[in-house]
């Protein structure tokens, strides 16, 4: 029952340090105020909100259905590609997406169903 906030922040603060001091004893020199913003930005879009989203997924609907909808993350980006990249999906592809489409509504239903 921890803060999802707290948590994201001591999760991230450790990964970006630990990033960091990898980077430093690879011989890489520090980036500029710039770029640090950038990365900065970008992990709290992408990273902090998404552990910040799973942390409370998990306190309200468990770890079983949470990792099921977190596990759909990698067809979002790849439907994401198509319009952004110009990316064709194959027909395996489609019917992954559609299976993992129809797991989705079937947890959704059966969630629902409990209340």
Known sequence: MRNPVQIVQVKALSAGLGNLLLARAAGHPFPSGYVVLMA???CFASYGLSIMLDVYALRYVGAAREAAYFAT???AGAAAAVPLLGEVPSRQELAAGALMAAGVVILVRAGLAKR
Do not use: E, N, R, V
């Open 73 to 75: 993350a990698p067809f």
């Open 40 to 42: 900065l930005a970008l």
